[in-house]
T-cell receptor, first 112, second 112 residues
Framework: AQKITQTQPGMFVQEKEAVTLDCTYDTSDPSYGLFWYKQPSSGEMIFLIYQGSYDQQNATEGRYSLNFQKARKSANLVISASQLGDSAMYFCAMESFNKFYFGSGTKLNVKP | NAGVTQTPKFRVLKTGQSMTLLCAQDMNHEYMYWYRQDPGMGLRLIHYSVGEGTTAKGEVPDGYNVSRLKKQNFLLGLESAAPSQTSVYFC???????????FGPGTRLTVT
């Protein structure tokens, strides 16, 4: 069965420091995609970054990078130089067999 | 270019009533999705569509029906609302499966 797991319900990080949000997944699909979304308190879903299962290099988008370890089935999000505006819920998601599966999320609080 | 819109934004139903949620996208995307998000949880896929005239079940389809008669619209129906269907409903679209999803702003539904 396809599954996404986020084991950190909440995290704190000091402004300007880096933070890693954990995500592990499970699927029997040889071709899948991994995504991270941000959900601020206002409720909208904001796409951050995507990693394909066959991509050799880790994805990066500005301050966001995805640490993809295929053998470990992990797809951790790294946010560098945290900003106050990064405080939000972060969801890891997987596309597998045309369906999407979301983790339960990590609430990130950035402290000034 | 409105992206993905959802109608209505808020709704209160009584148990047993029916309603339809409308999702519209103007990006000519093939794939469309309906999710529900319960408090403190990630998104769960209800139904999805890979093209006009097609629909398929997601993770939690019971109690819901969908239709995709036009490429730009994806309707979610509740035939007989139950309090367990109180949730925030998100619609999303994407050009194909392994691609960023574009989300609507959500519909907050309360069933009393």
């Amino acid at each position: 069965a396809q599954k996404i797991t986020q084991t950190q319900p909440g995290m704190f990080v000091q402004e300007k420091e880096a933070v890693t949000l954990d995500c592990t997944y499970d699927t029997s699909d040889p071709s899948y995609g991994l995504f991270w979304y941000k959900q601020p308190s206002s409720g909208e879903m904001i796409f951050l970054i995507y990693q394909g299962s066959y991509d050799q290099q880790n994805a990066t988008e500005g301050r966001y990078s995805l640490n993809f370890q295929k053998a470990r089935k992990s797809a951790n999000l790294v946010i560098s130089a945290s900003q106050l505006g990064d405080s939000a819920m972060y969801f890891c998601a997987m596309e597998s067999f045309n369906k999407f599966y979301f983790g339960s999320g990590t609430k990130l609080n950035v402290k000034p | 270019n409105a992206g993905v819109t959802q109608t209505p934004k808020f709704r209160v139903l009584k148990t047993g009533q029916s309603m339809t949620l409308l999702c519209a996208q103007d990006m000519n995307h093939e794939y469309m999705y309906w999710y529900r998000q319960d408090p403190g949880m990630g998104l769960r896929l209800i139904h999805y569509s890979v093209g006009e005239g097609t629909t398929a079940k997601g993770e939690v389809p019971d109690g819901y029906n969908v239709s995709r008669l036009k490429k730009q619209n994806f309707l979610l129906g509740l035939e007989s609302a139950a309090p367990s269907q109180t949730s925030v409903y998100f619609c999303a679209s994407s050009p194909h499966a392994a691609n960023e999803q574009y989300f609507g702003p959500g519909t907050r539904l309360t069933v009393t």
